[in-house]
């Protein structure tokens, strides 16, 4: 048996503008598959599966404005000697937006505060583009976009049931040796999160 840490990546089409949100997720290992079969598993299944009724993917999508869509994911082994990646990439059709309305602006995110089991000053960070212009008034969320996020906070902190293995979510911390801390529960920020700095994804 082996713990493994995986990254993933998800492409974001954020109304032609492009971003990326990467997490991490733990499994323990016990069989004889690569990184690269697990890598395609935490993909194909992990984040297209359900947990309590709701994809992953779907969860992240409600999040999003029409004029969204997720554009692929990526997956690798970060532990050990690492692994080769897989990569799958989606069509404007496979997982759209579906949060109605286009989006207001593209710096602009839901900032999704994820608390691990390593206390108060440890807390992953996920910042989610594509925010639409019906979700906030006065700057403040309203409540159909705090219930999209605590649906997708849920499945967060739940983890991702590949074929085989469950992948816990966890924060990625310290270098050049990490640590990493399962995210045990999530909260919406109060006001709105900006994005400073953009990976290029898929």
Not at 28 to 55: M, N, Y
Not at 125 to 144: F, M
Request: net charge negative; proline share 4%.
């Amino acid at each position: 048996m082996a713990v493994e840490v995986y990254e993933t990546m998800l492409g974001l089409n954020v109304a032609g503008n492009y971003a990326a949100l990467v997490q991490h997720w733990r499994t323990d290992v016990t069989g004889g598959e690569t990184p690269f079969e697990i890598a395609k598993d935490l993909v194909d299944v992990g984040l297209e599966s359900v947990v309590l009724g709701t994809q992953f993917l779907t969860a992240l999508a409600g999040l999003m404005a029409e004029d969204c869509f997720i554009s692929s994911a990526r997956a690798r082994r970060i532990t050990q000697t690492g692994g080769a990646s897989y990569v799958k990439p989606y069509g404007v059709a496979d997982w759209p937006g579906t949060y109605t309305g286009n989006t207001d602006g593209a710096q602009v995110a839901g900032f999704m505060i994820g608390f691990t089991d390593g206390g108060g000053g440890l807390f992953a960070k996920n910042w989610i583009p594509g925010v639409a212009e019906g979700a906030l008034v006065a700057g403040r969320w309203t409540s159909t976009y705090k219930t999209a996020a605590q649906d997708y906070l849920t499945q967060w902190v739940l983890g991702l049931d590949g074929a085989t293995y469950h992948y816990d979510p966890v924060l990625k911390h310290g270098s050049p040796s990490p640590t990493f801390n399962q995210i045990v529960s999530g909260q919406l920020g109060l006001t709105p999160g900006t994005i400073r700095r953009r990976l290029v994804p898929v």
